[in-house]
């Protein structure tokens, strides 16, 4: 019992001590949770103090940014105020001084005006005693008068009236010459604006055909193969085309020379076929000649059709068509004549509509005026007795027919139109660069102006200037009078229209100049 007692004993004591070790276990634990929430408490607000203190640093730099913004916006808008001030007080003083120099100015007009009115005052002063003696000085020369002429004043005043009206007549009869002329000048100068019209609106380019052609060669190796041997390639080339082949030292190319151009643009065709295919012999020649010609009838045919559909001709027959295809071969003075034909077509067609006539008849007539130029060198005959066969046999209308019949004066035109093709053709066949002469023709018809124009009396010199469209004469002043100048300006110009042929009109220009020359010494 006692040991049990005893171990009991022990066994209290020893849960005792295990209960009072755990109780300060338990207890070390405890404040060392504490001072560890302790730490981490304190380090938790210095870390929120810190943070605390950078916002605030922060917010004081934001702080004085914007007030360092605030305060530039401020100096900005100020400088800007100050300078508005600034021009304000420079415009102030610029409108100040110039008050000031008109003030000036003012003032110094006010004095002048003022010196100017005791001057008046002081001529009208003199005027007034110079009027009265002037005034007893025309008594006098009156009565002077009267006795000189024994004539009263009212006889004198009869004759005076007499005289001015005279002069009123004479005046009258000025009057009416000068308004007839200006009438004259004003029709002159509405045909002119109609024909100008017509002009500007139908202007082109033309061409000058010559009677050769050059044939580039691709060597000079070639030219001995165009002969053949003994010549007689090219006899059977000029034989099928009826041109002659020029062939000299000019190097890589030889010449095709004909008086009619399509023959020649025919054997132009051909040698450069001829050349391309490296086949010349005269079965060659004569096949590739007939192709081209066919061809050529074929690009007639075409050349027609685009030309009376850019007139706006329509209704042709076939054949004219064709014939007009011809025209573009066919040169009169140096001058294209379908280029020509569609010119007069164009300028006859606006005339006509300007003056409110058919302008479809004036194109179609002006179109074919000029058609028997495609036939005359192989049809015996003049180029309009042949275009008006050509009307005829296709059937034209009758309008059309006289156009071409009257177009150069041969016959009298019975309608306006064949007046306005006439004058239509004059126009493109006279305007500068149309038509052009050999230079031994050129210098007859000018010298010709010039020998006639000097046949005249009083005629001191004279120039034939502007390719000969216009003549100016110089007189002795002694010798012709104004008037006279006239008068001889009219003579002359008769005398050339007269006995002078020339393309387009001619400008007679009188120059009468009087000089007075002295020493002084």
């Not at 001015?164 to 010459?177: G, I, P």
Request: charged share 35%; glycine share 6%.
């Amino acid at each position: 019992m006692d040991n049990l007692g005893f171990i009991a004993v022990l066994i209290a004591l020893g849960l005792i001590s295990v209960f009072l070790l755990g109780w300060f276990v338990g207890k070390q634990l405890e404040r060392g949770r504490s001072l560890r929430a302790k730490r981490d408490a304190d380090r938790t607000v210095a870390d929120a103090q810190r943070e605390a203190e950078a916002m605030f640093r922060e917010k004081m730099l934001e702080l004085k940014d914007e007030q360092i913004r605030l305060r530039s916006e401020q100096e900005a808008e100020l400088r800007h105020k100050l300078d508005e001030i600034a021009r304000s007080e420079r415009s102030l003083r610029d409108r100040e001084a110039n008050m000031r120099t008109r003030v000036e100015a003012m003032d110094r007009r006010g004095k002048e005006l003022d010196k100017l009115q005791q001057q008046l005052a002081q001529n009208e002063k003199v005027i007034t005693e110079k009027q009265a003696i002037i005034d007893s000085l025309v008594e006098e020369h009156k009565a002077a008068l009267e006795r000189i002429s024994q004539m009263t004043q009212e006889d004198a005043l009869k004759e005076l009236k007499n005289q001015l009206l005279e002069k009123a007549k004479e005046e009258t009869m000025e009057m009416v010459k000068e308004m007839r002329d200006r009438a004259r000048q004003q029709a002159n100068r509405e045909a002119r604006e109609v024909i100008v019209s017509a002009i500007q609106r139908t202007a082109v380019d033309h061409s000058v055909e010559t009677t050769v052609s050059t044939v580039s060669l691709p060597n000079d190796e070639i030219k001995g193969r165009i002969i053949g041997r003994e010549g007689r390639n090219i006899r059977a080339f000029e034989q099928a085309t009826g041109v002659d082949i020029i062939v000299d030292d000019t190097p890589e190319a030889v010449i095709v020379s004909a008086f009619d151009p399509l023959r020649r643009e025919i054997a132009r065709r051909a040698l450069e076929k001829l050349m391309s295919d490296g086949r010349i012999h005269p079965a060659r020649i004569e096949e590739v000649s007939k192709k081209c010609e066919k061809e050529m009838d074929e690009e007639l045919v075409e050349v027609g059709e685009s030309s009376s559909m850019e007139v706006g001709v329509v209704g042709l027959h076939p054949e004219l068509i064709k014939l007009l295809g011809r025209l573009k071969f066919r040169t009169s003075y140096g001058q294209n004549c379908l280029q020509h034909s569609i010119e007069v077509a164009h300028l006859a067609g606006l005339m006509a509509s300007q003056l409110g006539l058919d302008s479809k008849a004036a194109k179609r007539a002006g179109l074919l005026h000029d058609i028997g130029k495609a036939i005359d060198r192989t049809t015996e005959g003049t180029h309009v007795t042949l275009g008006v066969d050509l009307a005829k046999k296709y059937r034209e209308p009758r309008i059309v027919q006289n156009a071409i019949a009257s177009h150069h004066g041969d016959t009298e035109a019975n309608s306006l139109i064949g007046v306005l093709v006439q004058a239509a053709d004059a126009i493109s066949g006279s305007r500068p660069g149309a038509r052009r002469e050999t230079l031994e023709a050129y210098i007859q018809r000018l010298e010709k102006l010039e020998e006639l124009t000097n046949s005249f009396p009083g005629v001191q010199k004279c120039f034939a200037i502007q390719a000969g469209r216009e003549i100016r004469v110089i007189v002795e002043p002694e010798k012709v009078t104004d008037a006279q100048a006239e008068v001889l300006a009219h003579d002359i110009a008769g005398r050339i229209q007269d006995e002078m042929e020339y393309p387009g009109q001619i400008r007679v220009t009188v120059v009468r100049e009087f000089r007075a020359v002295e020493l002084a010494k």
